[in-house]
C-alpha cells in the first residue's frame, strides 16, 4: 500500500499569502495519479485537482498541482478566505489512499 | 444536476451491522462506479471500497475485507455500503462518492459526493 505523507500538518498564513503543501508517496505514484481534496467543517471534500495537475470543474486558477513521482505540491497562489480549510492528497495509481490532511489556517 | 443524497445517522451496539444508502440524480447511474470513503471524528479520510454500478463488480480495501459489502440497485439508482460486526473505531461519517470518469476502474478520483452519513457504536 502506498503511504501519503503531507506537510506541514498545519500552515498558519494570512489571507494574500501564498501557501505551499507538500504531500510525499512511499512509492512512485503511477501516471501521475494523484488528486487533491479540500475539505470545510462539517462538509464533504471537494475535488480540486486531478492527475497531479489538472484542475476540476469550477476550480479558481489560484489552485494549482505539480510534481511527479514521490512528491507532489498543492499551491494556492493567493489565499481567499473561503481557502482556509483543510486539504487532503489522495493517490489512485496503486489501490488507493489519502494522506493524513493539512490544515491552513488563519494566522 | 448530480446528486448523491445518503440516508440518516444511525447508532448501533457493537457486534451490529449497519446499511447506508445512497440515491444518485442528476446523471446515468449505470455509467459510474461508486466509492466509499468515512472519515472518523477529528480524524483523515479513509477508502472503504468501490463498486461499479454497471455490473456490480467490487473491490473493497483489505482491512474492511469480510466485514463490507456494497451494492447497488438499478432500478432506484441507489447504492449501499453495509458493515458488519461494529465496533467502536468504526463510529465514522460515511460518504458516498462519484468516479469523476464514466466507466472507470476503481482507482479514480471522486467529483461529487454525498452529505455524510454519521454513524456511532455505542454500548
Known amino acids: 500500500e502506498i503511504v501519503l505523507t503531507q506537510s506541514p500538518a498545519t500552515l498558519s498564513l494570512s489571507p494574500g499569502e501564498r501557501a505551499t503543501l507538500s504531500c510525499g508517496a512511499s512509492?512512485?505514484?503511477?501516471?501521475?495519479?494523484l488528486a487533491w481534496y479540500q475539505q470545510k467543517p462539517g462538509l464533504a471534500p471537494r475535488l480540486l485537482i486531478y492527475?497531479?495537475?489538472s484542475r476540476a470543474t469550477g476550480i479558481p486558477d489560484r489552485f494549482s498541482g505539480s510534481g511527479s513521482g514521490t512528491d507532489f505540491t498543492l499551491t494556492i497562489s493567493r489565499l481567499e478566505p473561503e481557502d482556509f480549510a483543510v486539504y487532503y492528497c489522495?493517490?489512485?495509481?496503486?489501490?488507493?489512499?489519502f494522506g493524513g490532511g493539512t490544515k491552513v489556517e488563519i494566522k | 444536476q448530480v446528486q448523491l443524497v445518503q440516508s440518516g445517522a444511525e447508532v448501533k451496539k457493537p457486534g451490529a451491522s449497519v446499511k447506508v444508502s445512497c440515491k444518485a440524480s442528476?446523471?446515468?447511474?449505470?455509467?459510474?462506479?461508486i466509492s466509499w470513503v468515512r472519515q472518523a471524528p477529528g480524524q483523515g479520510l479513509e477508502w472503504m471500497g468501490w463498486?461499479?454500478?454497471?455490473?456490480?463488480?467490487?473491490n473493497y480495501a483489505q482491512k474492511l475485507q469480510g466485514r463490507v459489502t456494497m451494492t447497488t440497485d438499478t432500478s432506484t439508482s441507489t447504492a449501499y455500503m453495509e458493515l458488519r460486526s461494529l465496533r467502536s473505531d468504526d463510529t465514522a461519517v460515511y460518504y458516498c462518492?462519484?468516479?469523476?470518469?464514466?466507466?472507470?476502474?476503481?482507482?479514480?478520483?471522486?467529483?461529487?459526493w454525498g452529505q455524510g452519513t454519521l454513524v456511532t457504536v455505542s454500548s
Open positions: 489522495q493517490q489512485y495509481g496503486s489501490s488507493l489512499t
Open positions: 512509492q512512485s505514484v503511477s501516471s501521475s495519479y
Open positions: 463498486i461499479s454500478a454497471y455490473n456490480g463488480n467490487t
Open positions: 492527475d497531479a495537475s
Open positions: 462518492a462519484r468516479d469523476r470518469l464514466e466507466w472507470s476502474s476503481f482507482q479514480t478520483n471522486f467529483d461529487y
Open positions: 442528476g446523471y446515468t447511474f449505470t455509467s459510474y462506479g
